[in-house]
């Protein structure tokens, strides 16, 4: 087939072009091909993972609605896995605060602790204040007032009035009047009149008082 002088020109531009970059063009190609069969991978594979700790989730809640020592077994064999193997789920996460519960329920303060103290080295920025609160809250109850205390700093904005009265209360408990009336007459500020817990707090501060 015979080309005009302007076709044959441009014929041979291009091939002088893809002679100086087709190869680059092949690789950028390959790469790009590359990358979004892995972004499919690690879609395929965040789905499969959230999939199978679901599973043991589910498991998680049905032990704890159970009865029996047979039960905190299946709550220990169900975070177990999820925390060795889901650790990066928000399954994990919410399962590790169920299990605190379930646990405490049952007694079982060391074991609750643990899962709490997981949460709280996690990476699950959103339940870390949570779970610092639940776990001051067990440390409270087992007496060790410093290491609840060390749980409640620097809250976020939305657990500020939660955590000043969590001090008022171990504070409280270790005889520091003054400083649980502080810290109590803060929470009642911070959480506001229609929080349905600046009555309860109330009520400490009147029992301080007497």
């Known amino acids: ?73 299946r709550i220990n064999a169900a975070m177990q896995t999820l925390r060795a193997d889901y650790a990066g789920t928000d399954y994990a996460a919410r399962g590790a605060l169920v299990a605190a519960s379930s646990l405490a329920e049952r007694n079982d303060l060391v074991a ?26 067990l440390l409270f109850e087992q007496k060790e007032f410093d290491a609840a205390m060390a749980q409640l700093t620097d809250p976020a904005a939305s657990f500020a009035g939660l955590y000043a009265d969590r001090r008022g209360d171990i504070l409280a408990a270790q005889g520091k009047s003054a400083e649980a009336r502080s810290a109590w007459n803060q929470a009642i500020e911070l959480l506001g009149a229609i929080n349905p817990l600046t009555p309860i707090v109330k009520l400490k501060l009147d029992a301080l008082g007497a």
């Open 1 to 73: 087939m015979a080309y005009d002088l302007d076709e044959q020109e441009q014929l041979d531009q291009l091939k002088a072009w893809w002679n100086k970059y087709g190869t680059l063009v092949v690789t950028l190609l390959v790469i790009a091909t590359a990358v979004a069969g892995s972004w499919r991978g690690w879609q395929w594979y965040e789905g499969n993972q959230a999939v199978q700790a679901r599973g043991y989730f589910e498991a998680l809640e049905e032990a704890g609605r159970q009865k029996g020592d047979e039960s905190v077994a």
């Open 112 to 137: 609750a602790r643990s899962q709490l103290e997981w949460l709280v080295k996690s990476k699950h920025a959103a339940l870390v204040p949570v779970a610092k609160l639940r776990l001051a809250g």
